[in-house]
């Protein structure tokens, strides 16, 4: 009974210390890009991290849209702002086709790999 126990035991450790070392944060920003990020990114990169705005040294709002993980972190505020709200970018609303690419990349998640 006591090696039973012990032969449980040691395969419940393995399965957990397995489980946890391929652990991987998507939302943070750990892996490969996939394209819906990419996507997003580009039109964020072209609209918002912009000298005056989300960018060094000004990072208006505290947020710098110039890290992959920072615009991550950021996805459902930019959504709201720039696709539901249309107050972002100050210099005036994305095109259609740039809401449903954020919206799209947020719907899937908003995740740096999708």
């Known amino acids: ?3 039973l126990i012990l032969v ?3 395969i419940s450790i393995t399965a957990v210390l397995f489980s946890c070392s391929k652990s991987e944060d998507n939302n943070t920003g750990s892996g490969i890009p996939g394209p819906k990020f990419l996507a ?3 039109i964020i990169s ?3 991290a912009l000298s005056g705005c989300h960018i060094n040294p000004s990072n208006t709002g505290g947020l710098n849209f110039e890290s992959d993980v920072n615009i991550v972190a950021a996805g459902s505020r930019i959504k709201a702002r720039a696709v539901d709200l249309g107050t972002m970018p100050p210099t005036g609303a994305l ?3 740039n809401k449903t690419t954020i919206a799209d990349w947020i719907n899937a998640g908003g995740r740096l790999t999708d």
């Open 46 to 48: 072209g609209s918002c």
């Open 1 to 3: 009974m006591k090696k």
């Open 8 to 10: 449980i035991s040691i």
């Open 95 to 97: 095109s259609a086709a």
């Open 40 to 42: 997003a990114k580009s």
